[in-house]
C-alpha cells in the first residue's frame, strides 16, 4: 500500500498535522515520505526523503511553516522503483498553476497512458504511475486545474485514491470500483482526508464520513463540494486485504471495524480443526487480533509469546527477499520457555511469500516446542494484484506453487489451515460483490 493525508485550513497553520497524520499512517509505507505545499508566491514547494517520517522530513521545520493547505504521502513501491525521484508528492508549476498528487494504488493502463503521452512529447521524471496522472492534467493547458484533472481521471483505470493540491483547493478523489479507502475529516473549520480513519486521532479530527467510489471531492473556503467521474461501475470492488493485514486494527473501512473483522476471522478459524493445544499465540502484530478471537471460540489460553521489536518495520512491505528475512529475525523474537516443551497453534493474517512464517516457526522449533500448528487467518493467496500490492507474479505466492501439505512442510509446520474464503468474506460483513477477492481467487474487476 501507500498512505495518503491532506489537510485544509481557513486559518490555523498544519504543515505539522501533515507529518502526524503520516506517522499514524506509516504502516502502510516505510520507503520515503513526502510534504507538499503551495506557498505565498502561489508555486508548489515540497519536501520529500526515503525512509520512514521520521526520517525523511522534520517535523521542527514543518511545525514552523506558514502553510493553510498541504498534502503528503508514504510509500512503498508497489509500481516503480524505490528511490527518491519516485517519492510523492508528485509536484509542478505548469501553465495553468502549481499542483501536487499524492496516489495510493495502481493504475492497470499506465503503460498505455505513457505511450501515448509520450508520443505527444511529454518527458517523464519517475517511473510510477502517479506521475501519468499529472501529465494528463497538464496537457489540458485550456482548462481549470480542477476539470482537467477530473478529464484525465476519466482516463484512468484501476485503483486510485488521491489527495490532490491545487489553487482551486485541497482535492480529494477515489476510483469508480473502490479498491482503496480514502476517508473525510473535520476539526471545527479544518477539514482532512486520509487513507485511514486512525490517522484522525492524532491531530484531533472527527470522522465525518468515507469518500464514495467514483466521487471527487474539492475543499476549499466554501467547504466541501462533491462531484461524480463521468465513469460508473456495476459493483464495487473495496480490497479485503485491507481487512486482512493493511489496515491499522482501529480504523474503520466501509463502514466494519478492522479489529472487529480481524477477531471474527479467528474465531472462524476455530470453528473447525482444533489441536489439542497447549496455548495460541498470535503473530504481531497483525494476527494478534485473529488469535484472540481463536483463543476465544476454541477455549484454548492465549499468550503472547511471540515478542515483537517496536523499533522495526513491516517485513512484507521491504523491497528485497533478503531485507525481508533479516528484517523478520529482528523484528519478531519468540518467548522460549513458553514454547518450551509445549504443543502451539500459532494464528498469522496471511501467507504470501512465506518467508516470515518459515523463519518464525524455525526460531520456535529452536525453543524446543513439541508441535506446531499454524493457522491463517485469511485464504491462500494464489494470485497476483495489479491494484496497489507488491505481488506482481505468482512465482512470489508460496500457495500458488505448492500444496497445503506442502506449504506445511516447506516452514516446518506440523499442521496448516487457512480460512476460507467465505469465512473470510463473512468476517468482514460486507457483501460479497462488494469486495475484491482477486488474490485468492483469481477473479479479476474489469475496469476498462
Given at each position: 500500500m501507500?498512505?495518503?493525508f491532506?489537510?485544509?485550513s481557513r486559518?490555523?497553520?498544519?504543515a505539522?498535522e501533515i507529518?502526524?497524520g503520516?506517522?499514524?499512517?506509516q504502516?502502510?509505507?516505510?520507503?520515503?515520505a513526502?510534504v507538499a505545499?503551495?506557498?505565498g508566491?502561489g508555486?508548489v514547494n515540497?519536501?520529500?526523503?526515503?525512509g520512514?517520517v521520521h526520517e525523511?522530513?522534520?517535523?521542527s521545520?514543518?511545525s514552523?511553516a506558514p502553510v493553510?493547505?498541504?498534502?503528503g504521502?508514504v510509500?512503498?513501491?508497489?509500481?516503480?522503483?524505490?528511490?527518491?525521484?519516485n517519492?510523492?508528492?508528485?509536484?509542478a508549476?505548469?501553465a495553468r498553476?502549481?499542483v501536487?498528487?499524492a496516489h495510493?494504488?495502481?493504475?492497470?493502463n499506465?503503460d498505455?497512458i505513457?505511450?501515448?503521452?509520450?508520443?505527444?512529447?511529454a518527458?517523464?521524471?519517475?517511473t510510477g504511475d502517479?506521475?501519468?496522472?499529472?501529465?494528463?492534467l497538464?496537457h489540458?493547458?485550456?482548462?481549470?486545474p480542477?476539470?482537467?484533472?477530473?478529464?484525465a481521471?476519466?482516463e484512468a483505470?484501476?485503483?486510485?485514491?488521491?489527495v490532490v493540491?491545487?489553487?482551486e483547493g485541497l482535492?480529494?478523489?477515489?476510483d469508480?470500483?473502490?479498491?482503496r479507502?480514502?476517508v473525510?475529516?473535520r476539526?471545527?473549520?479544518n477539514?482532512?482526508?486520509?487513507s485511514e480513519?486512525c490517522?484522525?486521532?492524532?491531530?484531533g479530527?472527527?470522522f465525518i464520513?468515507e469518500i464514495?467510489?467514483?466521487?471527487?471531492?474539492?475543499?476549499?473556503?466554501?467547504?466541501?463540494?462533491?462531484y461524480?467521474l463521468?465513469?460508473?461501475s456495476?459493483r464495487?470492488?473495496?480490497c479485503s486485504?485491507e481487512?486482512v493485514?493493511?489496515?491499522?486494527?482501529?480504523?474503520v473501512i466501509?463502514g466494519?471495524?478492522?479489529?472487529k473483522?480481524r477477531?471474527e476471522?479467528?474465531?472462524?478459524?476455530?470453528s473447525?480443526d482444533i489441536p489439542e493445544a497447549?496455548f495460541v499465540?498470535?503473530?504481531?502484530?497483525s494476527g494478534?487480533?485473529?488469535?484472540l478471537?481463536y483463543?476465544?471460540?476454541?477455549?484454548m489460553?492465549?499468550e503472547s509469546?511471540v515478542v515483537r521489536?517496536r523499533?522495526v518495520g513491516?517485513t512484507?512491505?521491504?523491497p528485497?527477499?533478503?531485507v525481508?528475512e533479516?528484517?523478520?529475525?529482528?523484528k519478531?523474537?519468540?518467548?522460549g520457555e513458553?514454547?518450551?516443551?509445549?504443543?502451539?497453534?500459532l494464528?498469522d493474517d496471511?501467507?504470501?511469500?512465506?518467508?516470515?512464517?518459515?523463519?518464525?516457526v524455525s526460531?520456535i522449533?529452536?525453543?524446543?516446542a513439541?508441535?506446531?500448528?499454524?493457522?491463517i487467518s485469511?485464504?491462500p493467496v494464489?494470485?497476483?494484484c495489479?491494484?496497489?500490492?507488491?505481488?506482481?507474479?505468482?512465482r512470489?505466492?508460496?500457495?500458488?506453487?505448492?500444496?497445503?501439505?506442502d506449504?506445511a512442510?516447506?516452514?516446518?509446520a506440523d499442521?496448516?489451515?487457512?480460512?476460507?474464503q467465505?469465512?473470510m468474506i463473512?468476517?468482514?460483513?460486507l457483501?460479497?460483490?462488494?469486495?475484491?477477492?482477486?488474490c485468492?481467487?483469481?477473479r479479476?474487476?474489469?475496469c476498462?
Amino acid at each position: 500500500m501507500c498512505g495518503v493525508f491532506g489537510a485544509y485550513s481557513r486559518s490555523d497553520f498544519i504543515a505539522e498535522e501533515i507529518y502526524l497524520g503520516l506517522s499514524a499512517l506509516q504502516h502502510r509505507g516505510q520507503e520515503s515520505a513526502g510534504v507538499a505545499w503551495i506557498d505565498g508566491d502561489g508555486r508548489v514547494n515540497s519536501i520529500k526523503g526515503m525512509g520512514l517520517v521520521h526520517e525523511a522530513l522534520s517535523q521542527s521545520t514543518l511545525s514552523e511553516a506558514p502553510v493553510k493547505s498541504a498534502i503528503g504521502h508514504v510509500r512503498y513501491a508497489a509500481n516503480g522503483s524505490a528511490m527518491l525521484q519516485n517519492a510523492q508528492p508528485i509536484c509542478a508549476n505548469y501553465a495553468r498553476g502549481p499542483v501536487a498528487i499524492a496516489h495510493n494504488g495502481s493504475l492497470t493502463n499506465f503503460d498505455e497512458i505513457r505511450t501515448t503521452l509520450e508520443n505527444r512529447g511529454a518527458i517523464f521524471q519517475s517511473t510510477g504511475d502517479t506521475e501519468a496522472i499529472l501529465q494528463l492534467l497538464a496537457h489540458q493547458p485550456k482548462l481549470k486545474p480542477f476539470d482537467a484533472l477530473q478529464n484525465a481521471l476519466a482516463e484512468a483505470r484501476g485503483a486510485y485514491s488521491l489527495v490532490v493540491l491545487m489553487e482551486e483547493g485541497l482535492v480529494a478523489a477515489r476510483d469508480p470500483w473502490g479498491f482503496r479507502p480514502l476517508v473525510l475529516g473535520r476539526r471545527g473549520d479544518n477539514y482532512y482526508v486520509a487513507s485511514e480513519s486512525c490517522a484522525f486521532g492524532l491531530i484531533g479530527a472527527s470522522f465525518i464520513r468515507e469518500i464514495e467510489p467514483g466521487e471527487v471531492v474539492l475543499i476549499n473556503e466554501a467547504g466541501p463540494s462533491s462531484y461524480r467521474l463521468p465513469i460508473k461501475s456495476d459493483r464495487h470492488w473495496l480490497c479485503s486485504f485491507e481487512y486482512v493485514y493493511f489496515a491499522r486494527p482501529d480504523s474503520v473501512i466501509g463502514g466494519r471495524s478492522v479489529y472487529k473483522a480481524r477477531q471474527e476471522m479467528g474465531r472462524k478459524l476455530a470453528s473447525k480443526d482444533i489441536p489439542e493445544a497447549d496455548f495460541v499465540a498470535g503473530l504481531p502484530d497483525s494476527g494478534t487480533t485473529a488469535a484472540l478471537g481463536y483463543s476465544e471460540a476454541s477455549g484454548m489460553p492465549y499468550e503472547s509469546a511471540v515478542v515483537r521489536s517496536r523499533f522495526v518495520g513491516r517485513t512484507f512491505v521491504k523491497p528485497t527477499q533478503k531485507v525481508r528475512e533479516l528484517g523478520v529475525r529482528i523484528k519478531l523474537n519468540p518467548c522460549g520457555e513458553l514454547f518450551r516443551n509445549k504443543e502451539v497453534v500459532l494464528v498469522d493474517d496471511s501467507l504470501v511469500r512465506g518467508t516470515t512464517a518459515g523463519l518464525v516457526v524455525s526460531m520456535i522449533r529452536e525453543c524446543d516446542a513439541c508441535a506446531l500448528h499454524l493457522r491463517i487467518s485469511s485464504p491462500p493467496v494464489r494470485y497476483p494484484c495489479f491494484y496497489g500490492i507488491d505481488t506482481p507474479s505468482n512465482r512470489d505466492l508460496v500457495a500458488a506453487k505448492q500444496t497445503t501439505e506442502d506449504v506445511a512442510r516447506s516452514i516446518g509446520a506440523d499442521s496448516l489451515r487457512y480460512l476460507s474464503q467465505e469465512e473470510m468474506i463473512g468476517a468482514i460483513g460486507l457483501p460479497s460483490d462488494s469486495l475484491c477477492t482477486a488474490c485468492f481467487d483469481g477473479r479479476y474487476p474489469d475496469c476498462r
